[in-house]
């Protein structure tokens, strides 16, 4: 139940009448020219407001999604960076093949293609229906901790990618 309160205080200064009818101006006594004066003001609401009209959302347009800094090449990029991930280091605890003999063999290139192709396109459709990833967050799942884990798993990537440069052996050796 909302509740308003307004006060308006005044303070009558030496005001000027017209007394009598000759017409003449007089002051007033001072004393009721420093007479304060005080309005109070209540509304209450009985009822709750109702909620503002649904009104669909508008999409927004492949080309802004897409853009250098719209919402969806960070969050893309960084879900198949995730994936990505953890599939590299399954790989190397199964077969022992490190992430650039992964790449360099060509046999999982086809999923791949798939992969980035489907992941992409789950990616891209609610942002085109006007949808946003912190409209659809929860508290333990949030857009922010995505963005995050993305970038950490890019990061890994490379590490893992870097690892094998450097020691010339997978990450995990089996």
């Known amino acids: 139940m909302a509740t308003m309160t307004m006060a308006i205080t005044s303070f009558a200064g030496a005001a000027v009448g017209l007394q009598g009818a000759g017409g003449r101006f007089a002051a007033r006594s001072p004393a009721l020219a420093l007479r304060r004066r005080a309005v109070a003001v209540r509304a209450q609401a009985d009822e709750p407001s109702a909620p503002p009209p649904n009104n669909p959302k508008a999409g927004t347009s492949i080309w802004d999604a897409l853009a250098f800094s719209g919402p969806a090449p960070e969050r893309i990029n960084g ?5 990505g991930f953890v599939t590299a280091l399954a790989v190397e605890a199964g077969r022992g093949d490190g992430l650039l003999s992964q790449l360099g063999s060509g046999t999982g290139q086809a ?46 990537l490379v590490a893992l990618a870097a690892t094998e440069i450097v020691t010339g052996a997978p990450f995990i050796n089996v």
């Open 79 to 83: 879900r198949l960076a995730m994936v």
């Open 111 to 156: 999923w791949f293609a798939y992969t980035v192709a489907v992941l992409s396109l789950a990616s891209l459709v609610p942002l085109l229906q006007g949808e946003s990833a912190e409209g659809r967050a929860g508290p333990i799942m949030n857009a922010n901790a995505e963005l995050w884990n993305g970038r950490f798993a890019m990061l890994g």
